[in-house]
C-alpha cells in the first residue's frame, strides 16, 4: 500500500532563516506530487504541483521554491523566511484520477 | 473553470443528531467530487468521491453525500452525529479529464455537543 511521509512534524524558524521540508512517497511511481499550505482558519492554498522528476509548476508566485529531485520526492524550500510564511504545510501525491492522498503535514511557525 | 463553495465556515449539532455539511459547485464540464476531512493537525482523509457512477456516494465513517446536477449541490450527511465526527470538512471539484488539480472550498468545522 501507499504512504507518504512528510518531516519535520513541526518547525520554528527566525525571520529570514532559510526552509527545506521533505515529502516523500513508498509503494507508487510517477505520482503527481502537490504542495498546499494552510494558514491559521483559512482553506488550503495550492503552492506547488509536480508531473514528474524535474517538473514543477508553480501556482502562488512568493517566496518559496519546489524541487523533485527524485521520482518519489518533493522538497518545499525558502532562502529568506517571512512572517507570513507561518501555516501547516501539506504534501499530496496522486495516481489514479483525480482524488489526492495527503501526508500528515508540517507545522511551520516563523517567529 | 471549476470552483466549489461551503455554506457556513462552522456548524454545530447535538450528539446523535443529523449532520448537513453544505457544497455548491461550479463547472463548466460535467466534474468530479470529493469530501476530506481533516482532524486537528492532521492532514486530510478522503471520506468519499462522486466521479460520474452512482449519484448516492457512500463513505467512511457513515458518511454519504448525493450529486444533484439540477442544483449544482453535493452535501454531506450523516444520520447520527458522533462526538468523533467534530473535525475540519473540505469540498472539492476536478474536471475529469486533463486536469491535474482539485479545488477547494474552504472548509467547514463541525462542532459535536454531548
Known amino acids: 500500500s501507499q504512504t507518504i511521509h512528510q518531516w519535520p512534524a513541526t518547525l520554528v524558524q527566525p525571520v529570514g532563516s532559510p526552509l527545506s521540508l521533505e515529502c516523500t512517497v513508498e509503494g507508487t511511481s510517477n505520482p503527481n506530487l502537490y504542495w498546499y499550505r494552510q494558514a491559521a482558519g483559512r482553506g488550503l492554498q495550492l503552492l506547488f504541483y509536480s508531473v514528474g522528476i524535474g517538473q514543477i509548476s508553480s501556482e502562488v508566485p512568493q517566496n518559496l521554491s519546489a524541487s523533485r529531485p527524485q521520482d518519489r520526492q518533493f522538497i518545499l524550500s525558502s532562502k529568506k523566511l517571512l512572517l507570513s510564511d507561518s501555516g501547516f504545510y501539506l504534501c499530496?501525491?496522486?495516481?489514479?484520477?483525480?482524488?489526492?492522498?495527503f501526508g500528515p503535514g508540517t507545522r511551520l511557525t516563523v517567529t | 473553470a471549476q470552483s466549489v463553495t461551503q455554506l457556513g465556515s462552522h456548524v454545530s449539532v447535538s450528539e446523535g443528531a443529523l449532520v448537513l455539511l453544505r457544497c455548491n459547485y461550479s463547472?463548466?464540464?460535467?466534474?468530479?467530487l470529493f469530501w476530506y476531512v481533516q482532524y486537528p493537525n492532521q492532514g486530510l482523509q478522503l471520506l468519499l468521491k462522486?466521479?460520474?457512477?452512482?449519484?448516492l456516494v457512500k463513505g467512511i465513517n457513515g458518511f454519504e453525500a448525493e450529486f444533484k446536477k439540477s442544483e449544482t449541490s453535493f452535501h454531506l450527511t450523516k444520520p447520527s452525529a458522533h462526538m468523533s465526527d467534530a473535525a475540519e470538512y473540505f469540498c472539492?471539484?476536478?474536471?475529469?479529464?486533463?486536469?491535474?488539480?482539485?479545488?477547494f472550498g474552504t472548509g467547514t468545522r463541525l462542532t459535536v455537543i454531548p
Open positions: 472539492a471539484v476536478s474536471a475529469p479529464r486533463g486536469a491535474n488539480n482539485l479545488f
Open positions: 463547472s463548466s464540464v460535467p466534474p468530479y
Open positions: 499530496a501525491w496522486r495516481d489514479k484520477p483525480y482524488e489526492q492522498y
Open positions: 462522486y466521479t460520474s457512477a452512482a449519484t
